[in-house]
């Protein structure tokens, strides 16, 4: 019997879009302060032939268990090529009935990754100077919440 699904397994063991981009659009770094997994997503945006933003690349490094990388690598595989605006209505759920029979206790590796693709998005907009939407806005401070969280337990950072 196998703690994990076929399709995990399939993304662990032969990771997809994994490595840097260099000069990223936009870099999406997120972790979780309970389970120690950090993910970074990395995207390259450019226009399409109708002149939408889309996703021309995407890499990825995930520090962190067998359901972690499963979860970034499928990500990864879903957004290539998508617009932002479709690649942002991803959740959590799309990716757990991808991936098949996640384990309860590793849920959270799903809304990582999804996190991870939120603030890259962000950190592209911030850089591009473009209009954040509020629901965008949130999930980043929720990340950026988190990350200070992170900082001050393991790097005894006080809270800014």
């Known amino acids: 019997?196998?703690?994990?699904?076929?399709?995990?397994?399939?993304?662990f063991k032969k990771p997809?879009?994994?490595?840097?981009?260099?000069?990223?659009?936009?870099l999406g770094k997120v972790g979780n302060i309970?389970?120690?997994?950090?993910?970074h997503l990395y995207l390259k945006i450019a226009k399409d032939k109708?002149?939408?933003?889309?996703?021309?690349?995407?890499k990825f490094e995930t520090f962190g268990c067998t359901v972690a990388v499963a979860n970034t690598s499928l990500l990864t595989t879903m957004v290539k090529g998508k617009?932002?605006?479709n690649a942002l209505k991803i959740t959590k759920e799309d990716l757990v009935k991808k991936l098949?029979?996640?384990p309860a206790i590793k849920m959270h590796c799903s809304m990582l990754a999804v996190d991870a693709l939120g603030e890259a998005i962000?950190?592209?907009y911030k850089k591009e100077g473009k209009e954040i939407a509020p629901d965008l806005q949130k999930r980043h401070e929720h990340a950026e919440k988190v990350?200070?969280?992170?900082?001050?337990?393991f790097h005894g950072e006080e809270q800014g």
């Open 83 to 85: 617009t932002i605006e």
């Open 122 to 124: 962000y950190d592209y």
């Open 1 to 11: 019997m196998n703690l994990y699904s076929k399709e995990i397994m399939k993304h």
């Open 50 to 58: 109708k002149e939408r933003e889309v996703i021309k690349d995407v």
């Open 100 to 102: 098949g029979d996640v």
């Open 147 to 153: 990350e200070r969280e992170i900082k001050r337990k």
């Open 16 to 26: 997809q879009n994994v490595g840097k981009i260099k000069n990223p659009s936009g």
């Open 34 to 39: 309970k389970c120690g997994d950090i993910m």
